[in-house]
């Protein structure tokens, strides 16, 4: 029998198959461990509801018991999604309690909060408030009122695989998140993605800082550490998110940023383009072309740059006609972009920019490279 369509999501054409969340499976496996104690066998199958409501049922893949205590492994499936955590096995270790008090903690591989900005205090484990209180609810329906138990959620490659995810710029050491608002996992949703660059700023703002560097990549982090000698403490990986990232910036009250990144993804802002991944928009030969019409150029050069595959490629061409004051307009026109989309709020957010070249090096900044990096250094 054919899956249910609602099942499915269609992405840029393809039909993706949804997934679910490390909090749907730390639920379902507490569930399977406190029917197992219950029923003094082993669960084939489990039935949970998602935090949304949704019917999802899993196979047990592990099940240790006795009379009092039970250990549940369910596989983590994340669908279609490209999820670091896909396949791993994690487990819910029950045991009964003599009141009806039922805990909840973090064991082997699931991480530990260590700073402020998060949804959980420090020192308590990474498992969100909805998985949090589902978990809880699932063993209180399955153990009724008056049993109570000590729940632990554990990954045995939890350590190895957060290293894949955001957790480690997140301050969560040891292991990975069960985490879920909705319990499904929606393959290529940029909802997760947005939500973690939020929280990774969101804990920059509760240490104090009122200043911060956002980069499109592992470029531009590379180029502020390597070439302008600013330390990374204060930087955050934007992604193509600019315009998300950039209101996110003024909502929480940032007031200065500097922005690095490659002439390849930043020159799209210049042309007020604030998704930069290619899906949204390619406009980077046209955004190069009328700049350098506004100064001029000859008209081969022009053509010859708009038939460029890669901003790399147009440099060279510039850069040997002579045009590279370019590369100043463009900046400047980065900068302007960016302070109009946040000019109609408050708090005024100060902005500079620096675009390079992968190939070349340095291209321009908003004012005197040696005065950036003074101010950030």
């Not at 029923?39 to 049922?57: C, I, L, S």
């Not at 890669?310 to 002579?322: D, V, W």
């Amino acid at each position: 029998m054919s899956e249910p369509e609602d099942n499915y999501v269609y992405y840029n054409g393809r039909k993706l198959r949804k997934g679910y969340t490390t909090g749907t499976t730390a639920t379902a496996a507490s569930v399977a461990a406190a029917k197992a104690i219950l029923d003094q066998k082993a669960p084939a199958v489990v039935k949970v509801n998602a935090a949304n409501g949704t019917p999802v049922q899993f196979d047990v893949q592990d099940c240790t018991f006795d009379r009092n205590h039970a250990s549940v492994a369910i596989k983590k499936d994340g669908g279609d999604d490209q999820d670091a955590t896909d396949g791993m096995l994690i487990y819910s270790t029950v045991t009964l309690r003599s009141d009806h008090t039922i805990t909840l903690d973090g064991g082997e591989g699931i991480g530990r909060v260590t700073q402020d900005g998060l949804a959980n205090k420090p020192g308590m484990p990474a498992i969100n408030p909805t998985p949090y209180k589902l978990i809880q609810e699932g063993v209180r329906d399955v153990l009724g009122p008056d049993r109570g138990a000590d729940i632990i959620i554990s990954a045995p490659e939890g350590e190895r695989v957060a290293k894949l995810t955001y957790n480690p710029k997140l301050g969560i050491v040891g292991g990975i998140s069960i985490l879920g608002t909705s319990g499904i996992v929606t393959p290529m949703s940029e909802e997760s993605w947005k939500h973690s660059i939020s929280i990774e700023m969101n804990i920059h703002r509760k240490r104090g800082d009122t200043e911060i560097i956002l980069t499109p990549g592992n470029y531009g982090e590379d180029f502020l550490k390597d070439d302008m000698h600013i330390p990374v403490t204060k930087q955050v990986q934007m992604s193509n998110f600019v315009g998300y990232v950039l209101k996110e910036v003024q909502r929480l009250g940032f007031t200065k940023v500097l922005m690095v990144g490659d002439l390849g993804k930043m020159i799209k802002v210049a042309g007020g383009i604030f998704s930069t991944h290619s899906k949204d928009a390619d406009a980077r030969a046209e955004i190069m072309v009328a700049n350098l019409a506004l100064m001029g150029a000859p008209l081969d050069l022009m053509k010859n740059v708009y038939g460029c595959l890669t901003t790399i490629s147009m440099i060279k061409l510039i850069n040997e006609a002579g045009y590279q004051d370019v590369y100043q307009t463009i900046v400047d026109k980065i900068k302007g972009r960016a302070e109009k989309l946040l000019a109609h709020k408050k708090p005024q957010v100060e902005i500079d920019a620096v675009i390079f070249s992968r190939d070349t090096g340095f291209l321009a900044a908003t004012k005197p490279l040696k005065e950036i990096e003074a101010d950030w250094q």
